[in-house]
């Protein structure tokens, strides 16, 4: 016996083989419809899950070569085994082309019946299980690859993908949290950027308080409605790194169901890799953020600057942009130190390090460079805006009661250089070298910023 799940549809036009059909294969423990007709019998198959199909080959209105077909034509279509009792080389070869699973000749015994549907579902059966072992080990190779991944630019969008594929969708969006608050897309498939941002807007709540793969609850209905947006034919995976959600996918349009307890199974051990990938590349962040990270300011230090610097090269030689690199030396800070104490300087250092951060864009990036010198790097920004952001931050410094909350008060000055690339330089280590020479020479006179259109002609090469 194969199996009592095993359904077998019985097509005849003879009450008598129909009784005779269903007889056997019932002793068998399969079980079994009947229908009169290939209409009728097409309207089953196309509408049930049927394993195997036993037709007449002639029969009044549509015949079993057409019931065959529109077998064949199904996704997931069933086997087919034709009977006649009038048989001709031509007509078997006739059903074997179109797809038959074996082929019988009225009258023959009940055993060769037997036999013959047990070997269609035997094969029937040996293929599934092939195709699910296929299935699983591709399920296993997709969340080995997607669990280690550690660089979070690839990994989100590769795992929206994977996603929409898995759940039948085309349609979603994945997003970060920046600072722990603010949505940011990282990925976007098939939707408008605004709209995918008002959706998350409305789900983040939402995703805060759920633990894996999961669909909307019924409270955000009427916002999700004002969107178009049905919830259960969304599907959202919160993103963490241990509580703190950090990040989410969203797939819109989708089924409301997985097709089967075992897709939903799959779904979610895909989902569980792409959780473990996540907290992976946060920690991986997170290491890295440490060793590029200046303990005391926050800011970037000096070998992430030698990083950053080489990227933003590249980028500009790839886009034709300009980029200028900003040297700041805090004036006489050392007073600060020999008068109040270390402690005293690097509380004045912090918050030097929070003034600057307000007075260039978020794209621009900060480094502690050594001691109380710092640098800026102001993305796609020409010499003559540097040095007005140069001008900027040597006003604010200038103006600011350090160590106000200590009882004492104190003002420092700034000193600042800037080149830009490429008008100044066409190599990295050059241009370090320029901007250098343009804050020394400031820091003969002290609070003030320099250029290296202020160089002496013989330096400026």
């Not at 621009?364 to 900027?392: H, S």
Request: net charge negative; proline share 3%; with cysteine.
């Amino acid at each position: 016996m194969i199996s009592v799940q095993s359904k077998i549809l019985i097509v005849d036009d003879e009450l008598f083989f129909r009784k005779l059909y269903r007889d056997l294969l019932l002793e068998e423990g399969y079980q079994v419809e009947m229908c009169e007709n290939g209409d009728d019998a097409i309207a089953k198959i196309q509408q049930n899950s049927i394993d195997l199909v036993l037709t007449d080959m002639i029969m009044p209105g549509r015949n079993g070569l057409e019931v065959l077909r529109a077998a064949r034509a199904l996704p997931n279509p069933p086997d087919v085994i034709l009977v006649t009792g009038h048989a001709s080389l031509e007509s078997a070869i006739d059903a074997l082309k179109n797809g038959a699973r074996d082929y019988l000749v009225k009258p023959f015994n009940p055993e060769e019946l037997k036999h013959v549907v047990k070997a269609s579902l035997d094969q029937r059966k040996l293929l599934t299980e092939n195709d699910h072992l296929r299935r699983q080990i591709q399920l296993f190779q997709t969340g080995q690859s997607i669990s280690s991944l550690i660089d979070l630019e690839r990994l989100i969008p590769q795992s929206l993908d994977i996603l929409l594929r898995e759940i039948g969708s085309v349609t979603g969006c994945a997003f970060t949290l920046k600072d722990g608050a603010t949505p940011c897309l990282a990925g976007l498939k098939n939707l408008p950027a605004d709209f995918a941002e008002e959706l998350v807007n409305v789900l983040l709540s939402e995703l805060d308080v759920a633990s894996g793969l999961c669909q909307p609850q019924a409270n955000v209905a009427k916002k999700l409605a004002k969107l178009q947006q049905r919830r259960e034919c969304l599907w959202m995976l919160p993103l963490s790194d241990g509580e703190v959600l950090k990040g989410g996918i969203i797939i819109c349009d989708a089924n409301e169901q997985p097709d089967s307890a075992p897709a939903l199974s799959d779904l979610r051990y895909l989902c569980d890799q792409i959780s473990l990938g996540f907290e992976n590349a946060c920690r991986y962040q997170d290491a890295q953020e440490l060793m590029y990270t200046d303990d005391l300011t926050g800011l970037y230090n000096h070998r992430y600057m030698q990083v950053a610097l080489s990227q933003e090269v590249r980028r500009s030689q790839r886009y034709g942009l300009k980029f200028s690199l900003l040297f700041l030396d805090l004036d006489h800070f050392k007073e600060i130190n020999d008068q109040y104490g270390h402690l005293a300087g690097s509380a004045a250092l912090q918050e030097v390090g929070r003034l600057l951060r307000g007075c260039v864009r978020d794209v621009d990036t900060l480094f502690r460079f050594g001691g109380d010198e710092f640098a800026a790097m102001l993305v796609e920004t020409d010499g003559k805006t540097a040095r007005i952001v140069g001008e900027r931050i040597r006003k604010v410094i200038e103006n600011y009661a350090f160590l106000r909350e200590r009882g004492t008060p104190s003002y420092v000055t700034v000193t600042a250089g800037y080149a830009t690339y490429p008008t100044d330089a066409m190599e990295k280590e050059h241009l370090l070298d320029l901007a250098d020479r343009a804050m020394y020479l400031g820091k003969e006179s002290r609070n003030v910023i320099c250029g290296v259109e202020d160089l002496p002609k013989e330096e400026q090469i």
